[in-house]
């Protein structure tokens, strides 16, 4: 083993988190994830369905954290803590989690070689705070342009994600696009590498589509559509549902499914209604992470209409399953869609063009063989060793 032991923080241990974690657990002898956690988020469960509280019910403890299958040498610790104002907005929660985390390792006396910040606040801020207490190397892995966004607000929260992108040894980017616009925000960083997200080849790989739509009981005949996300203003479902009405113009052999939930559930059922989509879109709600491969595999394309991305992860899910990828021009998407083999780019917010891209694939001879080959760049165990390479540098920088 070449790194004795890691300290990730993180906002939750599940998808990619767990994903990447159990992929570096081959190369490190022992990895402790610290996940904060607000226990007042439980009452959501008690609270009638709609809007924000949908979104308050993302945050449940079963819905941050999944333990199946943990490697022997990875501990998973969720740190309770009570606060009122939410994450993204809450200027004391920084400090909240860094006290807590400071006083739970200083009581388990434990030594790491790193400390790995997942996402900038309040994960990535407690991650460079917990690595000068303790004197230890501190990288914080940066995903999509949300930290521009919140430095957009001026004040605390430029000067907090000026802090966050200028103190830790090394910067991990999920994609040039999010490494260019640190640099807009932090003239001074440090060294910065760019590792995109990958997916499990073990789970995410080809079915028989026949298999896969029988299985969860879609019709055989049809063109079928999947978009898998949280159902959000910013993951662009409406847009896809508005562009649904140009696609049913043309062809009405189409099915557009949305696999997910979330608080943009009540407004999508409205604009369904109103557009008359009933036939055409479906809201499959959430489904277990065991069973998203065979909805990907369901799929003659995979559609993804975000506003704003870092690199996301479904898009390498689907391209494992050999999936055709029709995704917007945000974040890291370009970076990785670099071919017309591989999907189709649409200009953000664009229904029309979303549409006429859908028409366009659905009509398309795609070699799934050549999607699936390409996708085993992005592999986990591949993401790992590049994040090790990392992990090196540091350390021999600190020598």
């Given at each position: 083993m070449d790194i004795g032991r890691l300290l990730v923080i993180a906002p939750f241990y599940r998808f990619y988190i767990k994903h990447w974690v159990e992929a570096l657990s081959k190369y490190i002898e022992e990895i402790v994830v610290l996940v904060h956690y607000n226990p007042l988020v439980e009452l959501s469960?008690?609270?009638?369905?709609?809007?924000?509280?949908?979104?308050?019910?993302?945050?449940?403890?079963?819905?941050?954290?999944?333990?199946?299958?943990?490697?022997?040498?990875?501990?998973?610790?969720?740190?309770?803590?009570?606060?009122?104002?939410?994450?993204?907005?809450?200027?004391?929660?920084?400090?909240?989690v860094t006290k807590k985390f400071i006083d739970y390792l200083k009581k388990e006396n434990t030594n790491f070689d790193i400390v790995h910040g997942q996402f900038r606040w309040p994960s990535g801020y407690a991650a460079i705070n917990i690595g000068e207490y303790f004197n230890i190397p501190k990288i914080v892995t940066i995903h999509g342009l949300g930290f521009y966004y919140v430095a957009q607000r001026g004040g605390f929260w430029l000067k907090i994600m000026k802090y966050i992108l200028s103190k830790p040894d090394h910067i991990i980017a999920s994609s040039n696009n999010?490494?260019?616009?640190?640099?807009?925000?932090?003239?001074?960083?440090?060294?910065?590498?760019?590792?995109?997200?990958?997916?499990?080849?073990?789970?995410?790989?080809?079915?028989?589509?026949?298999?896969?739509?029988?299985?969860?009981?879609?019709?055989?005949?049809?063109?079928?559509?999947?978009?898998?996300g949280n159902l959000a203003k910013i993951k662009g479902?409406?847009?896809?549902?508005?562009?649904?009405?140009?696609?049913?113009?043309?062809?009405?052999?189409?099915?557009?499914?949305?696999?997910?939930?979330?608080?943009?559930?009540?407004?999508?059922?409205?604009?369904?209604?109103?557009?008359?989509?009933?036939?055409?879109?479906?809201?499959?709600?959430?489904?277990?992470?065991?069973?998203?491969?065979?909805?990907?595999?369901?799929?003659?394309?995979?559609?993804?209409?975000?506003?704003s991305e870092g690199n996301p992860t479904v898009m390498f899910e689907a391209l494992g399953c050999g999936v055709p990828f029709v995704g917007t021009k945000v974040g890291g998407v370009p970076e990785i869609i670099t071919s017309n083999e591989y999907g189709?780019?649409?200009?953000?917010?664009?229904?029309?063009?979303?549409?006429?891209?859908?028409?366009?694939?659905?009509?398309?001879?795609?070699?799934?063989?050549?999607?699936?080959?390409?996708?085993?760049?992005?592999?986990?165990?591949?993401?790992?060793?590049?994040?090790?390479?990392?992990?090196?540098?540091?350390?021999?920088?600190?020598?």
């Open positions: 469960k008690v609270i009638p369905v709609g809007g924000y509280i949908d979104w308050v019910r993302l945050f449940t403890k079963e819905n941050l954290i999944d333990t199946n299958n943990t490697p022997q040498n990875v501990k998973i610790q969720v740190v309770p803590m009570y606060y009122l104002i939410p994450d993204g907005r809450n200027k004391r929660l920084g400090n909240l999010t490494a260019k616009y640190i640099k807009k925000i932090c003239h001074k960083t440090p060294p910065i590498t760019v590792i995109p997200n990958g997916f499990n080849p073990t789970m995410f790989y080809p079915l028989p589509q026949k298999h896969a739509r029988e299985a969860l009981g879609l019709p055989i005949n049809k063109k079928i559509i999947v978009c898998v479902q409406h847009i896809l549902v508005n562009a649904m009405k140009y696609v049913i113009k043309e062809r009405q052999d189409v099915l557009c499914i949305l696999v997910g939930d979330g608080q943009l559930k009540k407004e999508l059922k409205k604009l369904i209604k109103n557009l008359n989509l009933q036939e055409y879109v479906f809201l499959a709600g959430k489904v277990p992470h065991q069973e998203v491969p065979l909805w990907m595999n369901s799929a003659d394309i995979f559609v993804l209409p975000s506003l189709l780019l649409v200009d953000p917010g664009n229904p029309e063009d979303l549409a006429e891209k859908i028409m366009k694939a659905l009509d398309l001879d795609w070699d799934r063989e050549k999607i699936h080959e390409y996708a085993q760049r992005f592999t986990w165990d591949r993401i790992a060793r590049e994040t090790l390479k990392v992990y090196k540098e540091v350390l021999k920088d600190q020598q």
